[in-house]
């Protein structure tokens, strides 16, 4: 059964950092590209950062290129995405996405 756990999600202060994590199970993950995606209140699910199989191409949206950074761990099954000077407008459930397959999601809320 192919499962997609994320966790990591929480509470940061505004320019403070958040790392989420996304095991894979059922599935050879290695194989696949990994992607984010989140969805703030009210607001349509968007992509955040994709990346490539064995991690040698990496793709972020503009809003989160140079703060954000994805990476993953194939002996493991996990991608991670390291967030950095996190801001109010990052606040949303982050997803994690491979092939079709969707996480649970995460909560993160950025507030002082």
């Known amino acids: 059964q192919i499962q997609l756990v994320e966790s990591g999600g929480g509470l940061a202060q505004p320019g403070g950092s958040l790392t989420l994590s996304c095991l894979a199970t059922g599935f050879a993950f290695a194989n696949f590209p990994q992607s984010w995606y989140r969805q703030a209140p009210g607001k349509e699910r968007e992509w955040v950062a994709t990346?490539?199989?064995?991690?040698?191409?990496?793709n972020y949206d503009d809003s989160v290129e140079g703060r954000f950074a994805i990476s993953r761990d194939d002996d493991y099954n996990t991608g991670y995405l390291q967030m950095n000077n996190l801001q109010p407008e990052d606040t949303a459930v982050y997803f994690c996405?491979?092939?079709?397959?969707w996480g649970q999601g995460t909560q993160v809320t950025v507030s002082s």
């Open positions: 996405r491979v092939m079709g397959y």
């Open positions: 990346i490539g199989e064995r991690g040698t191409v990496k």
